[in-house]
């Protein structure tokens, strides 16, 4: 169960995210749209820089990766041959008195976690669903009725058409996953590189969904940006076990250190044997524990030859690998680290709140926040003061993303920068124009040092430079 302060953080972060420029909800002038977001100018630095941060980690600091920019829409016998088209379905229940849309799933699980009791629905059929709702009369959570319509499967995959007569031949799918992309460009890569196993190939872009659950912010979403590597490797040599360790490390370091998420908000949970697909061998996924309870943030899953199987067999194209050494060919296996993006925002908005007195603080590491500095001149009504803080300003601004502020006092101004993370406050005073220097402040620590201008760009940079280059 959500706890009231849990509840009231999360709160707090929507609302702090609509008023500083974070996140909005999508399409306001014309009433919102339900499960879409937009990100506004805090937030697309922030998105961006946890973008950065997972390929920087994941894919340029490593010598066996490599990365991908595949399609929004691809052939649409890709997601035939993946089994999205025939299983990529959730299933829904309404209520037929006030017309309340949910995952069935959801609601089941709501309602026993309401109770204090877990229940496991993974795997269960429609018909399974129908009765667990049933048999335990199970209310709608808004009118607190009990009168659903049967419980029915939908697919998430989003349908569009090329061309502009709809029809069955034209018909095709907004991705529902990146993967997918990574293993229709399997041989491609293998033809144009001099990759060998094990290695594997990154891809970050947006991906589709018809989410209808609603709520809980970006947590899930119609679109979001997924971050998905297939980790290809030789069955016969690597151990697949010890791969899946180190991709756990892999993610773990990643949360913790890169994205600074404290470790006891996070845990690992492997998928029973019913809730895996069955060519799976072993799934876990990651979890961080939001306000309505610890959740799926990065899946990990170990898919056999699954994929290159299937698109092997539907597209008639051999996708094996010829093993330079021994000669042996054979179709790789692959581990599959896959995460959302804008979950990971959620999380690190969520994880980096402090309340201190009447000070609201993100602590955010600094290489992810929005903005890396703010310069101001002590009083706005100073030309002298101004002339010299905005050429600080325009300086730093060639080297990272800084904030301008001149009105109201200091103490509003550094307030105001320690809400949305930004590390560092600097300003010009009376003593800037004798001394050359400024007083740079610290948002955690609230300390202020003396800094020549002419150092001020290294020591910033020093601090906030991007945390996997540590
Ligand atoms: P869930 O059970 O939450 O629906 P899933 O098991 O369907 O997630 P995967 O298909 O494993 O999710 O997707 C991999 C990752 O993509 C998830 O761990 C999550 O971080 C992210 N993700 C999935 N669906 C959404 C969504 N609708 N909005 C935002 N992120 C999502």
Not at 172 to 184: M, W
Not at 355 to 377: M, S, T
Request: aromatic letters at 12%; proline letters at 4%.
């Amino acid at each position: 169960m959500a706890t009231t302060e849990s509840v009231s953080l999360m709160d707090k972060i929507v609302s702090l995210a609509k008023r500083r420029g974070f996140v909005f909800p999508s399409s306001e002038i014309y009433g919102g749209l339900a499960n879409s977001y937009e990100y506004g100018p805090l937030g697309v630095e922030l998105k961006k820089n946890i973008q950065d941060e997972w390929w920087n980690a994941f894919v340029r600091q490593r010598s066996d990766m490599v990365g991908l920019d595949s399609s929004i829409i691809l052939h649409p016998k890709v997601w035939e041959a993946s089994g999205h088209v025939a299983g990529f379905a959730d299933a829904m229940v309404d209520c037929k008195n006030c017309k309340t849309r949910m995952r069935a799933d959801h609601l089941i699980e709501e309602y026993f976690e309401s109770k204090g009791e877990k229940v496991s629905v993974e795997g269960k059929s429609p018909a399974e669903l129908e009765r667990l709702i049933k048999d335990n009369k199970i209310p709608c959570p808004v009118c607190s009725k009990h009168d659903w319509t049967p419980v029915r499967k939908f697919n998430l995959l989003f349908e569009t058409n090329i061309g502009i007569v709809p029809e069955a031949q034209s018909k095709v799918y907004l991705r529902g996953e990146t993967a997918q992309g990574i293993f229709v460009s399997f041989k491609n890569i293998l033809d144009s590189t001099r990759l060998s196993l094990p290695f594997g190939v990154g891809q970050l872009g947006k991906v589709f969904r018809n989410e209808i659950t609603k709520g809980n912010f970006i947590f899930r979403t119609l679109e979001f940006e997924q971050g998905e590597i297939e980790y290809f490797f030789d069955p016969a040599v690597d151990d697949w076990q010890k791969l899946f360790e180190s991709w756990k490390k892999n993610i773990w370091e990643f949360a913790t250190n890169n994205l600074n998420v404290r470790a006891e908000n996070l845990r690992w949970r492997e998928h029973s044997d019913e809730e895996r697909s069955f060519y799976s061998k072993r799934t876990e996924d990651l979890e961080y524990k939001f306000p309505f309870g610890f959740k799926e943030l990065w899946g990990l899953a170990y898919r056999t030859d699954y994929d290159l199987q299937q698109h092997t067999k539907y597209s008639g194209i051999d996708l094996s690998y010829l093993d330079p050494v021994s000669g042996r060919k054979f179709i790789p296996h692959v581990i599959e680290p896959s995460v959302g993006i804008n979950r990971l925002m959620a999380m690190v908005m969520l994880d980096s709140y402090r309340e201190e007195g009447d000070r609201v603080v993100l602590q955010l590491k600094p290489g992810l926040a929005p903005y890396k500095a703010a310069v101001f001149p002590l009083l706005a009504n100073k030309p002298q003061l101004v002339e010299v803080a905005q050429g600080i300003y325009r300086d730093l601004k060639k080297e990272m993303t800084v904030a301008w502020d001149d009105r109201g006092n200091i103490g509003k101004r550094y307030y105001a920068q320690d809400e949305i993370g930004t590390p560092y406050c600097v300003t010009v005073d009376f003593d800037s124009l004798e001394n050359k220097d400024v007083t740079v402040r610290d948002r955690d620590t609230m300390k202020q040092d003396r800094v020549p201008i002419k150092e001020l760009s290294r020591y910033i940079k020093e601090a906030v430079r991007p945390n996997s280059l540590h």
